[in-house]
């Protein structure tokens, strides 16, 4: 696990753009590198390092202060532009990576994903003291600072898409199979967090999708936001005494699918073009919460069960929804493999082995 990759790049290698003193703008990447990771792995119990803010809000916002000064290296229209500061990051920041990938692999550590954020293996027991050694070199030779934990439990549809349990059953997640993407990702909007709810209690505990849908009580859970740029309304149509007639909402729009309802629509403000929402399905707007029971919401559960194993398939398959077509080889796209096995890891008697 690397301690803010790109920005330690920056200290370590002295990165700066070339117009600024460079000794100042290390000095304070340094001081916000050094106090998320601090942050990051002090507990709030034991000390609040910014007064007032619980410690793993404060990681994140620092994360996002420190990797968006690497990012406006290489915005033309912000006073950090420097394109050759940025290619040193990157290039640099990706030859490190792949040559610890590379020394991993030759002695038979294999590596399951790597980004800027780290690498996860699989660490066979008889392996400890050769990974020990190779990563102590690693980081002595290229200046840089990475540490390491172990999962209890590790799943994940692709690198940006996982969950992850500690071993004190603390989890850290990201993209679809977070519940609380839409916290770190406000830019994302709100996708029904039941879904990876019930993602993670199937893969985790073992709980089959539809039970975690059906005995949940939150609806906004199920909801999903829409916020349409300024070029667009959202419409939907509607009979009265037998004339259809367009309604239009606001813009910005919370509902969740139901079995009856209302088909929202995208409409562009000058060709008028139309483009359904939630793939056309019958929804609830919900923009104002009120207190009637689920139980009475009509609730389209299926579209919620099917959403949640379109991560679990690639997941428990071990295909990649990304894979390609090949018509010279004959190989088919990952989706038509996915649609082709879906549900096919099922056993035909329990198995608590299981993995």
Not at 108 to 122: E, F, L, M
Not at 216 to 223: G, M, S, V
Not at 242 to 260: E, L
Not at 282 to 310: G, H, M, T
Request: proline content about 3%; aromatic content about 12%; some cysteine.
């Amino acid at each position: 696990m690397y301690n803010s990759y790109y920005p330690s790049i920056v200290v370590s290698y002295e990165v700066s753009p070339e117009h600024l003193n460079k000794t100042i703008f290390v000095k304070m990447v340094k001081y916000f590198k050094d106090t998320r990771v601090k942050c990051k792995h002090t507990k709030d119990s034991e000390e609040l390092i910014i007064p007032g803010v619980p410690n793993k809000i404060s990681a994140e916002a620092l994360k996002i202060v420190i990797n968006s000064i690497y990012g406006k290296f290489g915005s033309e229209l912000f006073f950090l532009y420097d394109r050759i500061a940025q290619l040193k990051v990157t290039i640099n920041g990706q030859l490190m990576t792949m040559t610890l990938v590379e020394e991993l692999e030759l002695n038979g550590i294999h590596v399951i994903s790597a980004n800027t954020d780290g690498i996860i293996i699989k660490l066979p027991k008889n392996k400890m003291e050769i990974f020990n050694d190779i990563t102590k070199r690693w980081n002595e030779t290229n200046k840089m600072g990475a540490d390491s934990e172990d999962y209890k439990a590790y799943y994940a549809r692709d690198v940006n898409n996982y969950f992850a349990v500690w071993e004190d059953e603390e989890i850290d997640a990201k993209g679809s199979l977070d519940t609380k993407q839409y916290i770190k990702d406000l830019k994302k909007g709100y996708d029904m967090p039941i879904v990876a709810l019930a993602v993670f209690n199937y893969l985790y505990h073992h709980i089959p999708v539809m039970e975690t849908l059906r005995n949940h009580k939150d609806i906004l859970n199920f909801c999903k936001t829409q916020n349409v740029g300024k070029q667009f309304n959202v419409v939907y149509f509607t009979v009265v005494d037998g004339v259809k007639q367009k309604i239009y909402s606001q813009r910005h729009v919370r509902f969740y699918v139901s079995t009856s309802g209302i088909v929202l629509n995208k409409e562009h403000n000058v060709t008028k073009q139309l483009s359904r929402l939630a793939s056309g399905l019958p929804v609830q707007v919900l923009n104002s919460l009120d207190d009637k029971p689920i139980e009475l919401r009509n609730i389209n559960y299926k579209y919620y069960y099917d959403e949640a194993y379109k991560i679990i398939n690639p997941i428990k398959l071990g295909i990649s929804p990304n894979q390609k077509a090949n018509t010279r080889n004959g190989s088919i796209s990952g989706k038509s493999l996915i649609k082709k096995y879906s549900h096919q890891y099922q056993t035909l008697f329990d198995n608590e082995q299981e993995e």
